[in-house]
Each structure stands twice: as structure tokens, then as C-alpha cells.
């Protein structure tokens, strides 16, 4: 009984964990997605990120960084290279942001 009680309790503190951090990406004044690098997508966006994509958040879960960038940032630098450097970065623990 104490098991089912325990795993109950858990669950319970996830769902709010979750809640809470739904609303903290959903509310956010700032454009937030999540990129799966395994999928080579993003997983979530919030509706700031919609409006400033100018894409459903269906069709934003469909694109990687590069496929909503230009082909060439305003230095001249690939957009493809440039997502691929911030990826590896994400994934050795730095904090990154795209623009």
C-alpha cells in the first residue's frame, strides 16, 4: 500500500512540476522553443515564439533552426553552420541563444 501511496505522491509532484513550467514558457514575454537534437526539431514553442515566426505551432515542431533562418546571417555566415555550432554547444552545457 505505502508503494502505490508513494508512486501516487510522485506523479502528483510531477503533474504540478509540469504545470508550473508550462506556465512559465506559455506566459514568457520572450519567443521559447525547445529543440530536440537527437529529432532534429523542435518539441515546443511557446506563442511568443508563433508570433514571431509567423508559423502555427504545429509547422514551427516540424522545422529545425536552420529551416526557419536565412540561408546566410547578416555576416555572411551559414545559418546551417551556425545552428550546428550552437547545438554542440547546447549539448556540451553552455547556455546559447539563436537570433
Same mark, same amino acid.
Given at each position: =500500500?505505502?508503494?502505490?501511496?508513494?508512486?501516487?505522491?510522485?506523479?502528483?509532484? @510531477? $503533474?504540478? /512540476?509540469?504545470?508550473?513550467?508550462?506556465?512559465?514558457?506559455?506566459?514568457?514575454?520572450?519567443?521559447?522553443?525547445?529543440?530536440?537534437?537527437?529529432?532534429?526539431?523542435?518539441?515546443?514553442?511557446?506563442? =511568443?515564439?508563433?508570433?514571431?515566426?509567423?508559423?502555427?505551432?504545429?509547422?514551427? @515542431? $516540424?522545422? /529545425?533552426?536552420?529551416?526557419?533562418?536565412?540561408?546566410?546571417?547578416?555576416?555572411?555566415?551559414?545559418?546551417?553552420?551556425?545552428?550546428?555550432?550552437?547545438?554542440?554547444?547546447?549539448?556540451?552545457?553552455?547556455?546559447?541563444?539563436?537570433?
Amino acid at each position: =500500500m505505502q508503494d502505490i501511496f508513494d508512486t501516487w505522491t510522485a506523479l502528483d509532484a @510531477l $503533474r504540478g /512540476s509540469e504545470e508550473r513550467f508550462r506556465v512559465l514558457v506559455d506566459e514568457a514575454p520572450e519567443a521559447i522553443v525547445l529543440f530536440a537534437a537527437e529529432a532534429g526539431c523542435f518539441i515546443e514553442a511557446n506563442g =511568443m515564439a508563433q508570433q514571431m515566426f509567423g508559423m502555427s505551432r504545429g509547422q514551427l @515542431l $516540424r522545422r /529545425s533552426p536552420a529551416k526557419i533562418s536565412p540561408t546566410r546571417q547578416p555576416d555572411g555566415r551559414s545559418s546551417k553552420e551556425l545552428a550546428k555550432a550552437y547545438v554542440e554547444r547546447a549539448l556540451r552545457g553552455e547556455i546559447v541563444q539563436f537570433e
